[in-house]
């Protein structure tokens, strides 16, 4: 497990391999949330997979708006990916053992992945404010071709302004512990087992939660306030609970992703005392939000309703073909 690195100066072996012990304080009977975080999976799979099918087969889902849910919904499932099938492979099989280049590897799909999503919230936050704020002008700014270079943009962005994050905690000398008390590799969790000075590391990744994260929100918010402003005043209450309705599944998703990204960042300090509760959260937030997107957008969009059902029905009568040819 344990390998002599190239520099002699260094006393200290290098380790090899991560252990990923889990969730700490509960490893005897960790094994049970294998089920509920299974089911998690299962759903942010298959409501995402629903989502990308219903946008595919209706006509009058083609437009800017309903393209970014679309994005939304495979950025969600390649979040979910990234972490589940390890988590539930050291749950069921205890197979806890993660090279160093998986492990940075996983940390850098995980960052840009979280990244992508809040600039996806982003570009449609400025959607829903043209909509409103300027419907005249909406056709000739929000066209196909804005959603593709937006998504190129945050693509670019979160994938070149990522790549410290792992090459930082590659940098580290590993020595002696290699033992992780969390189910994927954090930067933070993994640079804390360093045996040399980790500063840059904490720095990099404050920088980023704030140029990124910092930045998102700030524009999420200046547009939310433009929209409200907007609204208010309209001279028909019916007018003003119609334009904020569009808006409404948009802030339940982006309410609870930045309010579990600002606990999980006090809840760390914490560690010592719960050391539970930031690892909790950590996973819960990388599945939650994949599984709950596309359920709140359903609940909340006629038109996504109207195409789950058309897509059940479609299915139904299928079924009931096929057994009529049979007899």
């Not at 954090?186 to 500063?199: A, E, K, M």
Request: hydrophobic residues 50%.
């Amino acid at each position: 497990m344990f390998q002599h690195p190239g520099d002699s100066n260094i006393s200290k072996f290098q380790v090899s391999e991560f252990i990923l012990m889990g969730f700490p304080g509960i490893h005897t009977w960790q094994h049970w949330l294998s089920l509920p975080l299974a089911l998690l999976y299962l759903l942010a799979l298959t409501a995402n997979i629903l989502i990308l099918i219903i946008i595919n087969q209706e006509a009058t889902l083609h437009q800017p708006m309903y393209h970014f849910l679309g994005i939304l919904a495979v950025v969600d499932m390649g979040l979910a990916t990234t972490i589940m099938p390890k988590i539930l492979a050291i749950l069921w099989f205890s197979a806890k053992a993660i090279s160093l280049p998986e492990c940075f590897a996983q940390m850098y799909v995980i960052h840009c992945f979280v990244g992508m999503e809040s600039g996806i919230f982003v570009c449609m936050a400025i959607d829903r404010y043209v909509a409103i704020c300027k419907p005249l002008h909406y056709p000739a700014i929000i066209t196909e071709y804005f959603v593709v270079k937006a998504t190129v943009l945050m693509a670019l962005r979160n994938t070149l302004t990522t790549i410290p994050v792992p090459v930082l905690a590659a940098q580290r000398h590993y020595c002696s512990q290699n033992q992780i008390e969390h189910c994927l590799c954090s930067n933070l969790g993994v640079t804390s087992l360093s045996c040399d000075d980790r500063t840059i590391n904490s720095i990099y990744q404050l920088l980023l939660a704030w140029t990124l994260m910092g930045s998102d929100v700030a524009l999420i918010f200046l547009s939310y306030v433009l929209i409200l402003h907007s609204v208010l005043k309209l001279n028909s209450a019916e007018a003003a609970s119609k334009a904020l309705s569009t808006c409404t599944s948009h802030l339940i998703l982006i309410l609870f992703f930045y309010t579990v990204v600002i606990v999980i960042s006090i809840t760390h300090n914490a560690t010592m005392t719960f050391p539970l509760v930031p690892v909790l959260l950590n996973v819960l937030h990388n599945v939650i939000p994949p599984a709950l997107n596309p359920m709140v957008y359903a609940l909340k969009n006629k038109e996504l309703r109207e195409g789950l059902y058309k897509l059940l029905k479609l299915n139904i009568k299928g079924n009931e073909r096929g057994r009529g040819s049979l007899r």
